[in-house]
């Protein structure tokens, strides 16, 4: 008789249970060995060489591993990063041994832990957005873009007429929008941005009459309070910020207040990065901070890495294939490729020949993780969407 032999890959533990479960094991069992079967890495910046040497050694103990920079050992550097390596099971033991320890090291455990369980996935639940809700962590969600500017880089100027803008939204609907993002304002290379009066006058006619007529939540592209005031008063049910709540203070204010969700998406001026992933968390961490101090709940927000803004194409595309790391932080993640330049550079296309490349974009995004992309194509987006969950997810 010959034995077959071959490899299968898990990503979390619900994955590693059903595995498990696949070679008759017991329940009980089961749930033993399944923290067991899943590996993860975590990367800890800024430790001091103390903290670092009792960490590897109680990681070292409990049958993981902790690289460090040379130096740490005689503490001949001020501070270094330390790679995590072990399975569930061993950062379990790990973490209750850490927590006992001085110098900082039991909050850093709570925070360790709270890495590992986002990576696990965002688990399905409702978001209340100012009355409509939106199922998260079910099936990925579509986002359609409806633009209300002269000048956007992709369809400026062709939806700026109330009638044809709600004549539009209720078409992206109907092929497939969770959500419509009205914007009144071009965010592309190059732009001339507008005084507040002006994106009100452009948006809030729109947005009155997308909130009478369509089932789905409406949010508000917008980085100015004065804006996403006006539009929450006008009915507006969640804001997309360009800026994550860093671009005016009183943004995370207006949005406790009103209580709608927020899209906090990374931006920065020029392109340069210590590490993208470490990067973007910290960013992250920063406005998430901002938006509690404010009297927000943190599961009222959503992270959008900002394809495209602060980044090169290289880091574009190095950001789509990290996009999983992100999860670390435990809260959605929304993706916006649509029609972008990184597309056309790598195709060599104008805006208007890059669905293919969109296409190509968004599946590797919800194969990494994304539980909403931002699209201007709906009909064809959504069909992407719901045969890349078919693999990712199995079919519903």
């Excluded at 249970?17 to 089961?30: C, E, T």
């Excluded at 430790?47 to 130096?71: D, H, M, T």
């Excluded at 948006?203 to 009478?212: A, K």
Aim: charge should be neutral; proline fraction near 5%.
């Amino acid at each position: 008789m010959t034995i077959t032999v071959y490899s299968i890959m898990v990503d979390n533990k619900e994955e590693a249970f059903k595995a498990i479960a696949s070679v008759g094991a017991d329940p009980a069992g089961r749930r033993w060995m399944a923290p067991k079967a899943v590996h993860r890495l975590v990367m800890l910046d800024g430790v001091q060489p103390r903290q670092a040497n009792i960490i590897k050694q109680e990681l070292l103990g409990k049958g993981g591993e902790a690289a460090v920079s040379r130096g740490v050992v005689d503490c001949s550097v001020s501070e270094t990063k330390v790679l995590l390596m072990g399975t569930l099971r061993q950062y379990d033991d790990f973490l209750a041994k850490l927590e006992a320890q001085p110098f900082g090291l039991k909050a850093l455990a709570i925070r360790i832990r709270e890495v590992l369980e986002g990576q696990e996935g965002l688990r399905p639940r409702g978001l209340d957005c100012r009355g409509k809700i939106l199922q998260l962590g079910v099936k990925t969600l579509v986002m359609g873009i409806l633009n209300v500017t002269p000048d956007s880089f992709s369809d400026g100027g062709s939806f700026y007429d109330p009638g044809l803008a709600l004549e539009r939204a209720a078409q992206m609907v109907d092929e497939g929008a969770d959500v419509i993002d009205l914007g009144g304002e071009s965010t592309r290379p190059g732009y001339v941005k507008v005084e507040a009066g002006e994106e009100l006058a452009r948006v809030i006619p729109v947005l009155r009459r997308l909130v009478g007529s369509l089932p789905v939540p409406v949010s508000i592209d917008t980085t100015k309070p004065a804006v996403a005031r006006g539009a929450l008063e006008a009915g507006a049910h969640i804001i997309n910020d360009q800026w994550a709540l860093r671009s005016d203070p009183a943004m995370a204010g207006l949005a406790a207040e009103y209580g709608a969700p927020v899209v906090l998406m990374h931006n920065q001026q020029g392109t340069s990065y210590r590490d993208l992933t470490g990067d973007l968390v910290t960013y992250f961490q920063e406005s998430v901070r901002l938006a509690v101090e404010a009297g927000m709940a943190r599961d009222r927000l959503i992270i959008d890495p900002g394809f495209g803004f602060g980044k090169t194409p290289a880091q574009n595309l190095e950001l789509l294939r990290r996009l999983k790391e992100l999860r670390c932080l435990g809260l959605p993640i929304l993706v916006g490729t649509s029609r972008k330049s990184t597309i056309g550079k790598v195709l060599d296309l104008p805006v208007d020949q890059r669905l293919e490349g969109t296409a190509a974009t968004v599946a590797a995004a919800i194969l990494n993780g994304a539980d909403l992309v931002r699209v201007h194509d709906v009909k064809e987006m959504a069909r992407v969407a719901r045969m890349t969950d078919a693999i990712v997810r199995g079919e519903r």
